[in-house]
């Protein structure tokens, strides 16, 4: 039988400071935090990167050379058209971590809007909204991919919708049931005694107050989109050569690992780390979000 | 002075025979019709323009259902709630949500009726502009007044609720209900969730808020004696229904019903020889749920005065010597 | 010897924020068979005191830093965990304020009833039952067989404290340590629930340790009564004389704030000031700030209890130097 919370209340400035010192405490967390960020940076200036310190481009090849392991003039070794597996691998990290970001954003667009709107409506609207939430979640993934990209032909634009398509779903949910929880506290009651408008309250009352869990759940939905993105690549539905993405280069390696392992062990250590960091990012978020904020 | 007779004239607030019912549904994929909770179950009472009334009761006697009910939080299922002429419960859409600027609601919890994210500046500007235009450049001088009416600093706007205490949190919900100029405020037990030093304050506070701006003013509460002296009429509530309903000292000195005599005596007094000489019939069990209601008189099975009439005819409110006075027993005129 | 003897007890929250001395110097004795009531508002350390003595504070952010809590010759503050739990939930029971949190709703009533039983008593399941079978009917359960095998969602908040105090009482414990026991409910069950307290306490006789901030309740049911403040101890003596000999101004602010004790029409009694800052105690009385009589020396010198009069302590200053108005 735990007894009740003791000491008098804290007197702590801001929820997001408070958050935020919570989440510098949490080692892991932060780790995941550095290597993501430099991760992006590196990724992200893969272009003048490429021109000036490595000196190779990713679609460079050099068919005479072959596959070789790597030494100092390619760090991390060639693939088997001669191209530089290093180039390949922070090119391919930043359509990788592009994807995944902006698949999530949409998916949390649509998602926290349309589980917002549930959640507030409830009663019958709720249920329909929801049931076609259940009907799509049965749609098996791989077919539903495979039908857009023969539809609409194969291009990274349609990669983020058929992702954002899928990952909204999980969202949805998981704002309804937030916005449901948040409909009960008093301060919603308040607000409508008040008079105030319906849509007035969803989105100044219950939304704000909806942010921690959203920026956790978006923190780990990065993470699931890659994997996704990784897995269409990897079936071959995904970015096309010359352009690579850490599942390309997944794909890659995988075929000839017994020959030429290093095709596959730093594209996937690259992959791995990346997510390892993400999920315990989004943990940390959780822990560090984690409502003691309404009630001192 | 804390309870001056209130203004007298026709009623300002008429409620008559309200009766809020949930219904339960039991079943799996189909959901069949298993009962109906009576929460609030046939209330009427009047309520003059400045006045301050007492509701009591336990739990499960729907004293904050029939307070929402008036308000119209809940949708009543039956009855008929006339302030100032107009019937609340005839309202829909953008009318009901215009009439509110009239009738606020303080609530028990201070730390769950503000909204954490934002600040009282926020919280109060919003209040004052749900109802009315107010330039901008004007709203925190606005805000500031509000806030001084309730005995907090003006500069006390920027701050986030967590950043008070529960007392000084209730203040700033009692400012918001002010902030849109109601004649009418229900207050569900706007103190029980404080300490009994700050109870005090906060009990001044709203009579003095009633008495200046003439405000209506319904104080539920489960404590009789907080309610006995802010109020200037009692009503006991029971099983969803009202069992007493008169003059506070008189409902305090000369319980008629039961119920109220039962409530009365099982309030502790803080002093020890009295404490302990008094003699009290403590009612056996437990306060009933409003979904099994007993038939007859809602008290019966508790009463230790009940007789065999009881269980089979429903008591109305009838006065008693007093006609402001009224109980709802078949025994009234036996026990006292 | 007194059954529980607690001297000198501090205890601390070390946050962020600062330190939290919660408890500042507390000392105080409980007879066998006593009934002692601690009195305080929120913030007086009246929990965290309890909580020190049963070794249930949250270790992390709380410490105990000194003192002692001497039961029945044994100081239990240096005891193991192990040790400790000799006495918990046998010699020394504790029922909580809220009955829908203290009972455990994943398991039944029964199950939870006979536990004290298995632990600390080698017998059987078949005796613990019919134990717990007995006890539920001196608790005033209806129906008891039955009931055994409900869970607590099943029962209403008085009927789950009646259960409470049943698994409390199990094991014929020496101590009870009560805090805020009716709080959380109805007035009427209330008087049902001290009624039954009062009735367990003839025919067990154990001493009992109410916590709680209601005067009323403890003017009825207890032999002394301790008033704390800011986590120090302002006052204690028996009953009687706390209420009708007050001897200290916070005691005397506390009786003035019961509504039922003033005259309507005129504004109700309010202690001035605000609540103490545990985490910046300030020289002398804690009260000081907030206090009718106060004189300088108040501010400066150091406070603690001394005994103004037989069996009646105080640590107001005035009341030491015989020096109260009224």
């Known amino acids: 039988m735990p007894p009740p919370a003791l000491h008098p209340d804290e007197k702590s400035a801001s929820f997001w400071r408070d958050a935020w010192h919570r989440l510098w405490q949490n080692k892991l967390a932060l780790f995941g935090l550095l290597v993501v960020a430099v991760l992006s940076l590196v990724c992200g200036l893969a272009a003048p990167l490429c021109g000036h310190l490595i000196g190779y481009s990713y679609e460079q090849q050099n068919l005479a050379l072959g596959p070789v392991p790597p030494n100092h003039a390619h760090w991390l070794g060639t693939d088997r058209m001669g191209r530089d597996l290093l180039a390949r691998l922070l090119y391919g990290g930043r359509i990788s971590l592009m994807v995944g970001l902006l698949a999530t954003v949409v998916s949390l667009v649509i998602g926290v809007l349309y589980g917002a709107v549930s959640g507030f409506a409830g009663g019958k609207v709720d249920m329909a909204l929801m049931r076609l939430v259940d009907i799509l979640y049965a749609l098996p993934f791989t077919i539903f991919v495979i039908l857009l990209m023969v539809f609409f032909g194969r291009n990274i634009i349609l990669l983020f919708v058929a992702i954002g398509a899928v990952e909204w779903l999980t969202m949805a949910r998981i704002v309804r049931g937030q916005v449901m929880a948040v409909k009960q506290q008093e301060f919603i009651e308040a607000a409508r005694a008040l008079g105030l408008r319906r849509r007035r309250i969803l989105f100044r009352h219950i939304l ?87 009630k001192d | 002075m804390v309870s001056a007779p209130a203004t007298s004239g026709p009623p300002f607030l008429r409620v008559r025979d309200l009766k809020t019912h949930f219904p339960v549904e039991r079943g799996f994929l189909f959901q069949h019709r298993a009962g109906t909770v009576r929460a609030v179950d046939g209330v009427s009472f009047d309520l003059r323009q400045g006045e301050i009334l007492g509701l009591v009761g336990e739990s499960g006697c729907g004293k904050s259902t029939l307070g929402r009910s008036i308000l119209q939080l809940i949708r009543p299922t039956g009855g008929v709630v006339l302030l100032d002429g107009c019937d609340l419960t005839a309202l829909r859409g953008r009318r009901l949500r215009q009439a509110r600027a009239g009738f606020q609601m303080i609530f028990q919890d201070p730390y769950a009726s503000l909204n954490p994210r934002m600040t009282v500046f926020d919280a109060l500007g919003e209040a004052i502009l749900a109802h009315r235009r107010v330039p901008r450049a004007e709203l925190p001088a606005r805000v500031g007044d509000l806030l001084q009416k309730v005995g907090l600093p003006p500069r006390a706007q920027r701050k986030y609720p967590h950043e008070f205490s529960g007392g000084q949190r209730q203040r700033v919900a009692i400012a918001r209900a002010l902030a849109v100029e109601p004649q009418l405020i229900i207050a569900d037990e706007p103190v029980s969730a404080l300490d009994v030093s700050i109870q005090a304050q906060i009990i001044n506070l709203l009579a003095r808020i009633s008495r200046e701006m003439k405000l209506a003013l319904i104080f539920i509460s489960h404590d009789l004696s907080v309610v006995n002296y802010i109020s200037e009429r009692i009503a006991v509530m029971y099983l969803g229904r009202i069992v007493e309903i008169g003059p506070a000292a008189r409902v305090f000195e000369h319980p008629l019903h039961p119920y109220t005599q039962a409530l009365l005596g099982a309030i502790p007094i803080p002093d020890p020889v009295r404490e302990r000489q008094r003699i009290r019939v403590v009612p056996p069990g437990d306060p009933p749920s409003p979904l099994n209601p007993p038939g007859g008189c809602p008290f019966h099975p508790r009463c230790a005065q009940a007789r065999e009439r009881c269980a089979r005819e429903v008591p109305a409110l009838e006065p008693f010597m007093d006609p402001s006075h009224q109980a709802a027993c078949l025994r009234t005129r036996e026990i006292n | 010897m007194p059954l529980l003897s607690v001297n000198h007890l ?34 007086s350390g009246k929990s965290v005191t309890c909580y020190s003595i049963m070794g249930l504070l949250p270790q992390p952010p709380g410490r105990v830093e000194g003192g002692q809590a001497v039961f029945d010759g044994v100081d239990l503050l240096t005891l193991s965990p192990r040790q400790l739990n000799q006495y918990r939930g046998r010699r020394i029971s504790m029922i909580f ?127 002394r009564v301790m008033v704390m403040y800011a986590g120090s101890v302002m006052e204690s003596a028996r009953t009687g004389d706390l209420f009708y000999h007050t001897k200290h101004p916070y005691t005397r602010a506390l009786q003035k704030s019961i509504p039922a004790l003033q005259v309507k029409g005129r504004e109700l009694y309010t202690i001035a000031g605000a609540p103490p800052d545990l985490l910046h105690p300030l020289p002398g009385c804690p009260f000081a700030p907030r206090c009718e009589y106060v004189i300088d020396a108040c501010a400066r010198e150091e406070m603690a209890p001394l005994e103004v009069a037989p069996a009646h302590c105080s640590a107001c200053l005035r009341a030491q130097k015989e020096d109260l108005p009224w």
């Open chain 3, 10 to 43: 501090r205890a601390a929250f070390h946050t962020r924020a600062g330190v939290v001395r919660a408890v500042r110097d507390v000392s105080f004795q409980i007879e066998r068979g006593e009934t002692l009531g601690l009195v305080g508002e929120s913030g």
């Open chain 3, 97 to 223: 304020q809220d009955p829908m949190t203290s009972l455990n709703p994943y398991l039944r009533i029964g199950t939870q009833l006979i536990e004290p039983l298995l632990i600390h008593e080698k017998i059987g399941r078949a005796e613990a039952r019919r134990r717990a079978l007995d006890m539920m009917a001196e608790v005033g359960l209806p129906d008891p067989t039955h009931r055994l095998r409900m869970y607590p969602h099943e029962f209403s908040g008085g009927m789950r404290q009646r259960v409470m105090i049943a698994m409390a009482l199990m094991t014929r414990p020496d101590l009870l340590i009560a805090d805020e026991p009716t709080t959380a409910l109805d007035v009427t069950v209330q008087a049902q629930i001290l009624d039954l307290m009062k009735k367990m306490r003839e025919e067990l006789g154990m001493a009992i340790l109410l916590i709680s901030h209601d005067l009323g309740v403890v003017s009825g049911f207890c032999d």
């Open chain 1, 208 to 294: 704000p107050n909806l942010l921690g869990p959203i920026i956790v759940y978006a923190t780990l939905t990065v993470p699931e989109v890659m994997l996704l993105e990784a897995f269409l690549s990897f079936l071959g539905l995904g970015v096309q050569p010359p352009h690579s993405s850490w599942g390309v280069l997944i794909k890659e390696g995988a075929e000839v690992m017994e020959e030429y392992p290093w095709l596959l062990t730093y594209p996937a250590a690259a992959m791995a780390l990346t997510l390892f960091s993400l999920n315990f990012l989004g943990d940390g978020l959780r822990d560090a979000l984690d409502v003691r904020g309404s």
